[in-house]
């Protein structure tokens, strides 16, 4: 609950944050049932001496619903064939991952971002999506590169655009970016 309610991370993450117990409830069942139908896979991250929850690894495919979840901000252009050959729905996943703010930047989730892409080369999950809302989130970015995932594709906020031009955006760093990794 502590991940999913506190804002910064929520923004980082992608997606509202919690604010009652009752959310909290509504998503440990949904990845229950994401699990049972073989939709998901979520892995906690807990301190290896005191047993405590410190994050969370999720891995979603993207021949559920949630590719029309994660690609909900474009509207009906996730649709679009050009924009479809940019993903492989019928094999492909996509990779989100927190920690609470303390156990950041300790090397902590690339261990862990490790392990499951272990389990993915394993499972013969591939490829691999990730997404990072902006570019200054370089922890994310760094773990990512760190475990060979490509400059897939490239994300800005149709807002942002109204309001700024192109150039202003790339340096600011006003955008996102699409991660792919195979086997």
Same mark, same amino acid.
């Given at each position: 609950?502590?991940?999913?309610?506190?804002?910064?991370?929520? +923004?980082?993450?992608?997606?509202?944050?919690? !604010?009652?117990?009752?959310?909290?409830?509504?998503?440990?069942? +949904?990845?229950?049932?994401?699990?049972?139908?073989?939709?998901?896979?979520?892995?906690?991250?807990?301190?290896?001496?005191? &047993?405590?929850? *410190?994050?969370?690894?999720?891995?979603?495919?993207?021949?559920?619903?949630?590719?029309?979840?994660?690609?909900?901000? *474009?509207?009906?252009? &996730?649709?679009?064939?050009?924009?479809?050959?940019?993903?492989?729905?019928?094999?492909?996943w996509?990779?989100?991952?927190?920690?609470?703010?303390?156990?950041? /930047?300790?090397? *902590?989730?690339?261990?862990?971002?490790?392990?499951?892409?272990?389990?993915?080369?394993?499972?013969? *999950? /591939?490829?691999?999506?990730?997404?990072?809302?902006?570019?200054?989130? !370089?922890?994310?970015?760094s773990?990512?590169?760190?475990?060979?995932?490509?400059?897939?594709?490239? +994300?800005?906020? +149709?807002?942002?655009?109204?309001?700024?031009?192109?150039?202003?955006?790339?340096?600011? &760093?006003?955008?996102?970016?699409i991660?792919?990794?195979?086997?």
């Amino acid at each position: 609950y502590e991940i999913r309610s506190d804002k910064e991370t929520m +923004q980082l993450f992608g997606g509202p944050h919690l !604010t009652n117990d009752l959310d909290n409830k509504n998503f440990v069942e +949904q990845m229950k049932f994401e699990r049972e139908n073989d939709i998901s896979y979520f892995w906690t991250i807990v301190l290896k001496e005191e &047993k405590e929850f *410190i994050g969370f690894v999720r891995l979603m495919s993207y021949k559920s619903n949630y590719y029309d979840a994660s690609f909900s901000a *474009i509207g009906e252009h &996730k649709f679009d064939s050009e924009f479809l050959k940019y993903f492989d729905r019928e094999n492909g996943w996509e990779l989100d991952y927190a920690l609470l703010r303390n156990q950041r /930047n300790k090397g *902590i989730m690339k261990e862990a971002v490790g392990a499951v892409l272990e389990f993915c080369q394993l499972e013969n *999950i /591939n490829p691999v999506y990730a997404k990072v809302n902006h570019m200054t989130n !370089t922890a994310t970015v760094s773990v990512l590169k760190h475990h060979n995932f490509q400059d897939h594709l490239p +994300q800005i906020d +149709q807002t942002l655009l109204e309001k700024y031009d192109t150039e202003t955006l790339i340096k600011n &760093k006003e955008f996102g970016m699409i991660y792919k990794w195979t086997v």
